[in-house]
């Protein structure tokens, strides 16, 4: 049983209810809409990601004899035989990964059978859910500083492992330039960015030694970590090696720090390595970093070239969840809402439909009826998968990065700060707010009916 890929990672009211569903016979088709009641505090946007990881889960979704042989323990037969011969065969909408989206826009659309859509609500909000919370983290670092080489180092403190792989490629598709999770690389044909720890200088009797060893062995990324213990002394210590290498051609790619004050230690290593003629070196820095303290250090003009970003990104540790929701909005043809305190949703398959302004940055977003209300814009929403199929090969991460990144261009300005400006517009079209009334009006008629 692979724990990452089995249908039993889901709640268990979703067997419940699927067993009352099959004994019902409710099987008509079901719409589930997937959205983001509300940003976090200091958010501006989201970064739409994970959806590649719910199409593999929904394409190859089925039960093994195992797991059955367990359900059978807790469930009927009938329920066992059902799921015996389970295969997802429903239809898919969604946003494409990589697409900024804001509150109460659906940016997946489950189109099914209702115990098919109901079963997979779980894994679904799942992966969703977590590859958004890191992209949109990610994406605020990425903003803050263009340009510069941005490489995930989280993995050693992410929640479980596939939180660790998971997060490479969220902050790769929102705009990192690689990570130093070796089997993300593999899995997703991300960059690998790594050097050495500081054990590996205590491990040698002298730091200059731990220098030449590491630059002799790895010519083409001699990239030293100089704070183990005195930087500035280290920096020095750079200088006076590079020219030994220098006549076996083996040349310093650059320096890392990971401590102190990381503005006056760039500062001052930037002058000793031109001093000593190594002006091509570059500084890295890492140690407790993200997007505010990049911003802080980018603001003073310290003179550092990349940053590797860990705890703070994959654990998103300033908004460490969002208000996902997973919702019920069609069933047997008939619009369905939620009218919880708090927690109301828009009825029916929903579209999203973007304007530009002259400038043609993004302007406002339109939330309508998908068929029945078109509005002016861009339709967001593309169909992605049919009858349990995708409708088109997978686009390389590569690729999915390379969008991400010009959708940053459509931004207002105000969205790059990294504190919240509350200047984007989501209009509720008129024929959904009508649509959502008349559906509270006909509920009450029904209870009262009742009542009476």
């Not at 790059?416 to 509270?440: G, N, W």
């Not at 029904?446 to 009476?452: A, E, P, S, T, V």
Request: with cysteine; aromatic share 8%.
């Amino acid at each position: 049983m692979n724990p990452q890929t089995s249908p039993l990672l889901a709640d268990l009211y979703q067997f419940t209810m699927l067993q009352t569903y099959l004994e019902l016979e409710m099987q008509e088709t079901a719409v589930f809409e997937l959205f983001v009641r509300k940003l976090p505090p200091g958010r501006n946007f989201m970064v739409a990601a994970g959806l590649e990881q719910v199409m593999e889960f929904l394409e190859n979704l089925k039960f093994t004899s195992e797991e059955l042989d367990w359900l059978a323990t807790h469930f009927p037969h009938h329920v066992i035989d059902y799921l015996a011969q389970f295969r997802f065969d429903g239809d898919v909408h969604a946003l494409p990964e990589g697409s900024i989206f804001f509150p109460n826009e659906p940016i997946l659309r489950v189109t099914a059978k209702l115990p098919q859509a109901q079963l997979v609500e779980s894994r679904i909000i799942n992966l969703m859910h977590f590859e958004t919370l890191i992209a949109s983290k990610a994406a605020r670092s990425v903003l803050v500083a263009p340009g510069k080489l941005l490489v995930d180092f989280g993995m050693r403190r992410a929640h479980g492992a596939e939180a660790g792989l998971l997060a490479a490629r969220a902050s790769y598709l929102a705009g990192f330039s690689g990570t130093a999770t070796v089997l993300a690389g593999t899995l997703f044909d991300i960059p690998l960015f790594g050097t050495m720890a500081h054990s590996f200088i205590q491990a040698h009797s002298d730091e200059s030694d731990a220098f030449e060893h590491f630059a002799r062995s790895h010519p083409d990324n001699a990239v030293l970590l100089i704070d183990t213990y005195d930087t500035e002394a280290a920096a020095c210590k750079v200088v006076t090696l590079a020219k030994k290498l220098h006549a076996d051609n083996i040349f310093i790619k650059g320096v890392r720090l990971d401590s102190g004050d990381l503005a006056e230690h760039a500062r001052n290593v930037r002058k000793i390595l031109n001093d000593g003629g190594l002006q091509h070196a570059t500084i890295f820095a890492s140690g407790n970093l993200d997007e505010y303290k990049l911003h802080d250090l980018l603001s003073v003009q310290a003179p550092i070239d990349g940053f590797g970003i860990g705890t703070a990104l994959d654990i998103s540790i300033d908004a460490p969840s969002l208000d996902f929701a997973y919702k019920l909005q069609e069933y047997a043809g008939k619009p369905r809402r939620k009218h919880s305190e708090g927690k109301a949703t828009w009825p029916g398959r929903k579209q999203v439909y973007r304007n530009y302004g002259n400038d043609r940055h993004m302007e406002s977003d339109i939330v309508a009826l998908e068929d029945a209300d078109p509005q002016p814009g861009e339709a967001l929403i593309q169909p992605v998968m049919r009858a349990g199929k995708r409708i088109h090969s997978p686009l390389s991460l590569q690729d999915i990065r390379a969008q991400t990144i010009c959708n940053y261009q459509r931004l207002p300005a105000a969205m790059f700060f990294l504190d919240s400006v509350h200047t984007y517009s989501v209009i509720i079209s008129d024929a959904l707010k009508m649509m959502a009334d008349r559906i509270d009006r006909e509920r009450i008629i029904h209870d009262q009916k009742i009542n009476d």
